[in-house]
C-alpha cells in the first residue's frame, strides 16, 4: 500500500467533496472549499493519498501562535487503519513548523471514535458549545502541540 500525504489542490475536490458528504451530515461546499484553498500561509489543507486514490483529509487554520483544526475525514473503508492518526499528526507538525503551539478543535460529543483519537494527541476538553452542530452539541478540545521526533 502506497501512502502519500499532499497539500490539498483543486483537482483533488471530487474526491475531498465525495467523502466530506459521507462522513456529515452538514458537509461543506465545493465553494467552501474552493475559497479554503487558496495559500494565504494561514491554512493547512492536506489529503491522504493511498495508491493513487484520495483517501482522507485534514483542514485547518494558523490563527497568531495557535491553530485550529477545521475537518478531518476518511473514506469509510479506510477508517481504523490509522490513517486519521496520520493526517492528524502530520497537519499539527506542519503547524508546529509554522509557529504554533497550542491547537484547538471541536467534535461533535457523540463522536467518541474521534475523541479517543484526539485523546491520544494531548487533546483535552475544555468547554462544550450546546447545539453547535443543529441539534447536538460539541466538545472544544485544546492541547499543547509538540515537535515529533523522527529519523
Not at 479506510?78 to 497537519?91: D, F, H, N, P, T
Not at 509554522?98 to 484526539?118: H, K, P, T
Request: hydrophobic share 40%.
Amino acid at each position: 500500500m502506497n501512502q502519500r500525504i499532499l497539500k490539498m489542490r483543486p483537482e483533488h475536490l471530487p474526491e475531498i467533496l465525495d467523502i466530506e458528504k459521507r462522513s456529515f451530515p452538514d458537509p461543506w461546499s465545493e465553494n467552501m472549499f474552493r475559497e479554503e484553498t487558496k495559500d494565504d500561509g494561514r491554512r493547512i489543507f492536506l489529503v491522504l493519498e493511498i495508491d493513487g486514490k484520495i483517501s482522507g483529509y485534514a483542514v485547518g487554520w494558523v490563527v497568531l501562535d495557535e491553530f485550529h483544526l477545521g475537518n478531518i475525514a476518511l473514506a469509510a473503508e479506510k477508517r481504523r487503519w490509522g490513517c486519521g492518526r496520520r493526517l492528524l499528526q502530520e497537519i499539527l507538525q506542519q503547524a508546529y513548523r509554522l509557529g504554533c503551539r497550542m491547537a484547538s478543535l471541536e467534535v461533535r460529543s457523540s463522536n467518541e471514535a474521534a475523541i479517543e483519537l484526539y485523546k491520544t494527541f494531548g487533546f483535552r476538553p475544555v468547554a462544550i458549545r450546546k447545539k453547535y452542530y443543529h441539534n447536538e452539541d460539541a466538545l472544544v478540545m485544546m492541547s499543547d502541540i509538540v515537535p515529533v521526533n523522527s529519523c
